[in-house]
């Protein structure tokens, strides 16, 4: 057991190899993350879950492995608009480093319905998150958010 206060390891995960990462990630199929349920204190997830093909079923296996936190920080829309300006911002943010743009946006906040299903109560919820200043901010950060989570029987 870890003395309180002391941080532990980092654990990042990923489904391709980059070049010149900082951290060798662990590498998984991206379907099930090679953890058992429960495995770490805080699972955290930025901006990645829509990229995935199953945001939701993504979500539930990273609540999977938290024993105690999940962190989330990603985007939501509430209007056709909202999602156009995403889809748009993410073509021209990560096309050029081969990451798929598939558009799967959480729509208002059905992502919170699924972290509290498997036994987590919303801590706090940053939304608009401030991400972006000037121009960009004022078009896009109420289209960010940042949630922290707790699993109710930690």
């Not at 950060?141 to 109710?152: D, G, I, S, T, Y």
Request: charged share 25%; with cysteine; glycine share 6%.
């Amino acid at each position: 057991m870890r003395e309180s206060g002391q941080i532990g390891e980092l654990t990042p995960v990923e489904v391709q190899a980059r070049p010149n990462s900082f951290v060798v990630p662990t590498l998984y199929d991206g379907n099930k993350l090679p953890f058992a349920d429960r495995s770490f204190d805080l699972v955290y997830s930025v901006d990645v879950l829509h990229h995935c093909p199953d945001p939701e079923a993504s979500l539930r296996d990273l609540v999977r492995c938290s024993n105690r936190l999940v962190l989330l920080k990603d985007h939501t829309w509430r209007t056709r608009s909202g999602k156009w300006t995403l889809a748009v911002l993410d073509e021209l943010g990560n096309r050029k480093f081969g990451i798929p743009c598939l558009y799967k946006y959480q729509h208002r906040w059905d992502w919170f319905n699924i972290i509290e299903s498997e036994g987590f109560r919303l801590v706090r919820r940053i939304h608009p998150a401030v991400c972006h200043v000037g121009l960009m901010g004022r078009l896009t950060n109420a289209l960010q958010f940042a949630a922290l989570w707790k699993r109710v029987d930690s």
